[in-house]
């Protein structure tokens, strides 16, 4: 009889041993995939992950390494004839990443490119002979940042003459601007087909930012018009067109708001992703097509009352390259993913009818997905409350067949507490979404309960693993998530329910939830309470401990405290906040001071755990540190964890060691206080 194995919680150390999966991609004949794992390096010295590309076919039989082992690989991309796979990669010799070219049918990787500021991105043109390829440059030339005559007498000064001038992960903006290079497969200098003091992508570098025309003569590409113009820079991204030669630049569209996503139908017009911030942030995502001709843009599905994209929650993948909108090759049909609820779902627009229909179910996420050419074939990245992310084929009938097993091994020696649907009615007559998951068996006493708070607020918790959840939940804690006002995947009006009103129904759906949960037969003890999140559940995290004394612990990361220091230091503040908590710090001084919740840290009793980045430039360190000297000056229980060179996004890129002793902290503070 074979020895039975004791499952163990998840630790933060088991960060070393998942295996992240990223970048899928079909060949176009459909026989094989290349993909991306991501594993710590085991080199605890070294501190940072591993990329390498791999490769198996479509059922999922064999899977060798592509990529030499030890050189970091990623972003693979298939020729259009299928001969070549693409990919970035930094070997021997390399400053930064550059693009590397490896035959098909097997042979050695040859180097493309060497650019000065290496390259993040990198397209085919549809006939398979070009590479148009974004890289950094630096805008001001060789003359540096003084637009005067004299020689500096230090070089390090930095002046400023723009709000928009950093940006989290990258930092320093000034010398930074991305722009696109044409390259020949066959190699030679990369020519620059733009400039200036812009970024193709717009100011945050949105991902599906060009593209060429079918026909191979064009790029269109998105760009912000006027970023001489602060305001104008930060919330406005438009569809431009460059000939392949350099010539013929213009701009196509004026649209009110920002396109993220941009590309050419075989029928002749453009369809692009969009928000036209009719209401802010809380508008939604929509696709739109675009007329070449005038510029004129329509929405493809006006009535839909949901957000394209990915707005889920989870702390265990990578960032994937994005295929939204896939066209078809007659211009009938569109997909694109949608935040729907609490999951992320692959739907498809039929252009003529208009008709819509969801290709995944609801019970989870499409993380990342790539198809061949004709839609026959998919591949897709899914994952749930339960399993981490891997990948799954499609076929045109609708047959799933998972075809990675990466993390079998540890899921098998772990326990995996399962997530109970708690759904309730708030007091406004809502309903709510919600979940719970409970450590097995009954506690005398009851069991202590935490409540999590996503970020955002317009994203969403749901049908995705989240391994702190997990590892708290293994330690014998219950933990709650849900969507309350605010969130994402429930139309604009819902998610525009707090714009101006944080702190409001949000903290009401929030406290009814632990109420609906606390009337449940669930075996918590509603005298050990916990409250935590990260950004804008880590501002929810402070507002809730300064109206209740009801939790006992409570973790705020990258949260906010201060709304008026927020609207000058952060890099999105000084936009971010009159479309969030309304008006300005200078003319609405009241409305800045009530929704802080610095306003409140008198009655804030709850010993408190603070943890900040010190390179995070979204949530900036002095919003902790503010709240932190604060509470010590009142004598109240609190701690300050400052995480050197991480940024805005530690808990779910961040390096691994700082990664782990985040989880460790969050994990002994609850234990010690529930």
């Known amino acids: 009889m074979a020895k039975k194995t004791t499952k163990q919680a998840f630790t933060p150390g088991d960060i070393r041993r998942i295996r992240f999966v990223s970048d899928p991609m079909v060949h176009p004949d459909g026989d094989r995939v290349a993909y991306v794992i991501r594993t710590v390096d085991k080199n605890r010295g070294e501190n940072r992950y591993r990329a390498e590309i791999w490769l198996t076919d479509p059922a999922g039989r064999q899977h060798r390494l592509l990529t030499a082992s030890g050189m970091d690989s990623d972003a693979p991309l298939w020729s259009p004839d299928g ?11 390399d400053e930064k990443k550059q693009v590397y070219l490896l035959p098909a049918d097997g042979g050695e990787a040859r180097r493309l490119t060497k650019v000065e500021g290496g ?7 549809p006939d398979g002979k070009y590479v148009v390829l974004r890289s950094p440059v630096d805008p001001r030339g060789k003359a540096g940042p003084m637009k005067g005559g004299g020689k500096p007498f230090a070089d390090d000064v930095q002046v400023l003459d723009r709000a928009l001038w950093q940006l989290n992960g990258l930092g320093n903006r000034l010398d930074k601007r991305a ?11 990369p020519a620059q087909l733009t ?3 812009w970024s193709v992508g717009g100011p945050f570098l949105s991902q599906v930012s060009y593209t060429f025309s079918v026909d191979g003569k064009r790029i269109y590409y998105l760009a912000t018009p006027d970023p001489e113009d602060d305001w104008t820079a930060a919330r406005k991204v438009d569809i431009y067109v460059v000939e392949v030669d350099g010539s013929g630049r213009r701009r196509i569209t004026d649209f009110p708001g920002m396109f993220s996503a941009v590309r050419q139908s075989p029928t002749g017009e453009l369809l692009a992703i969009g928000n036209d911030l009719a209401l802010g942030t809380a508008s939604p995502q929509q696709l739109w097509c675009i007329d070449l001709e005038n510029g004129d843009y329509q929405p493809v599905l006006p009535d839909l009352d949901l957000s394209l994209g990915d707005g889920m929650n989870c702390d265990v993948r990578f960032p994937t390259k994005d295929h939204d909108p896939w066209i078809s090759a007659d211009g009938g049909r569109a997909r694109m993913r949608i935040t729907q ?9 039929d252009l003529k009818t208009k008709s819509f229909s969801w290709l995944t179910p609801d019970d989870l996420s499409v993380l990342g997905w790539h ?3 004709d839609g026959d074939l998919r591949v897709e990245i899914r994952s749930t409350m339960l399993t981490l992310p891997e990948l799954w084929i499609v076929r045109e009938q609708g047959i799933a067949r998972r075809i990675t097993h990466l993390n079998d091994r540890l899921l098998a020696r772990r326990k995996v507490i399962p997530a109970r649907s708690v759904p309730f009615t708030a007091s406004d007559g809502a309903r709510i979404e919600a979940w719970v998951h409970i450590p097995r068996g009954r506690r005398r006493g009851g069991r202590p309960l935490v409540l999590a708070i996503h970020g955002g607020p317009k994203t969403v918790y749901g049908h995705a693993f989240i391994f702190e959840f997990q590892m708290l939940a293994g330690a014998g804690m219950a933990v709650a998530f849900s969507n309350p006002r605010g969130s994402d995947g429930h139309g604009e009006d819902w998610a525009h329910a707090v714009h101006g009103r944080y702190g409001e129904r949000d903290y009401q759906d929030l406290m009814e939830c632990v109420d609906h949960l606390l009337s449940l037969d669930l075996g918590l003890d509603p005298e050990r309470l916990g409250v935590g999140g990260g950004s804008y559940g880590g501002y929810m995290t402070n ?18 405290s ?25 003319s609405d001084p009241e409305q800045y001071r009530e929704k802080s919740p610095l306003t409140y840290v008198e009655a804030m009793h709850t010993p408190l755990l603070l943890i900040h980045s010190e390179q995070d430039l979204r949530c900036p360190m002095e919003q902790a540190e503010q709240l932190f000297t604060y509470l010590k000056r009142l004598g109240r229980t609190v701690r300050l964890a400052r995480f050197p060179e991480e940024t805005h996004e530690l808990s779910r890129s961040g390096s691994p060691n700082r990664r782990m002793e985040r989880l460790r902290l969050i994990l002994e503070w609850f234990k010690e206080r529930l």
């Open 179 to 189: 722009h696109i290079f044409l390259v020949s497969r066959r190699g030679g200098q």
């Open 341 to 349: 609820r609490g999951a992320v779902r692959l739907a498809e627009v």
């Open 195 to 197: 400039d200036g003091p």
């Open 562 to 586: 201060n709304w008026e220091s927020f609207f000058g230091t952060s890099d999105i503040g000084y936009f971010f906040n009159p479309d969030n908590v309304g008006g300005l710090p200078w």
């Open 83 to 93: 001969r070549y796979l693409l990919f970035l990669s930094k070997r021997a010799g």
């Open 371 to 373: 198809s061949t050419p």
């Open 543 to 560: 507002w809730v401990i300064g109206h209740t004394d009801r939790f006992k612990a409570a973790v705020s990361q990258r949260g906010i």
């Open 119 to 125: 390259v993040k991105s990198a397209e085919w043109s």
